[in-house]
């Protein structure tokens, strides 16, 4: 697999687990393209908010990602609309397939990044604690209070 292709790869696992997260967060079996574009582009800690040239995720893209799983957005009905969008049920299979999704963040227990343990709680009277990486401004790692060594992965 070229690295293309193992960019691209990953870049279609992670848009699984959101969208997966986002049928979870919904409570619903089925979405808009529109809505779940939206979703996407509020993702701050993902690249969707700036997928291309900086621009968030268009419904065209999720499709053309989607694709090659043979997935695709069609005609949905929520309530008396018509619009196109994805059915839980088409998603199934790759669901199933995927590792399982990563506990939401919760302001008793911080969502930690995977390089410093699976799902390890941030406490007030740790070292560390999620913040603002100092040098690229990005949620990106955990970072030592009063400091500037942590985790980023720029």
């Not at 969008?85 to 088409?90: E, F, I, Q, R, V």
Request: proline share 8%; aromatic share 8%; hydrophobic share 30%.
């Amino acid at each position: 697999m070229s690295g293309a292709e193992d960019k691209s790869e990953s870049t279609r696992i992670t848009l699984l687990a959101d969208i997966r997260t986002a049928f979870e967060l919904k409570k619903v079996d089925r979405l808009r393209s529109a809505d779940l574009a939206t979703h996407l582009a509020t993702l701050d800690d993902r690249r969707w908010p700036e997928f291309r040239h900086g621009k968030p995720i268009t419904q065209a893209q999720i499709a053309n990602l989607l694709k090659e799983l043979r997935i695709k957005p069609g005609t949905i009905r929520i309530g008396q609309e018509t619009p196109k969008g994805y059915m839980k049920a088409d998603f199934e299979d790759v669901f199933e397939r995927l590792p399982p999704p990563r506990e939401p963040p919760h302001r008793h227990k911080p969502w930690i990044p995977w390089g410093f343990g699976r799902n390890r709680a941030a406490t007030k009277s740790s070292l560390w604690q999620l913040g603002k990486c100092p040098r690229h401004q990005c949620f990106c790692g955990l970072w030592r209070r009063g400091g500037s060594e942590g985790g980023c992965r720029r």
